[in-house]
C-alpha cells in the first residue's frame, strides 16, 4: 500500500513539474499580448452580444430614435433580470422621467425669468 502511494505521488509531481517546464519553456513574447493600435469605444453603454438576451437599454428616445441619455429610463423587462431587480430598474426610471420633467419645467421658467 505504502509503495502505491509513493508511486502515484511520484507520478503526480512529475507531471506537475512537466507542465510547469512546458509553461516556462513558451517565449516571453507570446505570453504578452500586443495592445498597441488605436482603441475606441465611440459611444456609452454596451453593444448587443453576438447571441442571447443584450444588455439593460435606455427606452428613452429622442425624435431621431436615438437613445436620451439625458433620461435615462432602464427596460426593466429585459429577460435578464430578476423581478427585484426589474423593480428597482422600474423604480429608478420613473424617478429619472420625472426628474427630467420637472427639470425641464425649471430650465423654461429660469428662461422666462432671465427674459422678462
Known amino acids: 500500500m505504502r509503495s ?3 508511486g502515484l505521488s511520484l507520478l503526480v509531481t512529475s507531471a506537475v513539474i512537466a507542465a510547469v517546464s512546458d509553461s ?12 498597441s493600435g488605436i482603441w475606441a469605444h465611440p459611444a456609452l453603454g454596451f453593444g448587443p452580444p453576438l447571441s442571447g438576451p443584450g444588455p439593460i437599454r435606455n427606452m ?3 425624435p431621431s430614435g436615438a ?23 422600474k423604480q429608478r426610471g420613473e424617478i429619472s422621467a420625472d426628474q427630467y420633467i420637472s427639470l425641464g419645467v425649471e430650465k ?9
Request: aromatic share 10%.
Open 60 to 62: 428613452s428616445r429622442l
Open 108 to 116: 423654461r421658467q429660469w428662461q422666462e425669468c432671465n427674459y422678462t
Open 4 to 6: 502505491r502511494r509513493l
Open 67 to 89: 437613445s436620451n441619455f439625458d433620461r435615462l429610463v432602464g427596460d426593466y423587462s429585459n429577460p435578464i433580470l430578476k423581478p427585484e431587480a426589474a423593480a428597482i430598474v
Open 24 to 35: 516556462e519553456a513558451a517565449p516571453a513574447e507570446a505570453l504578452i499580448p500586443d495592445f
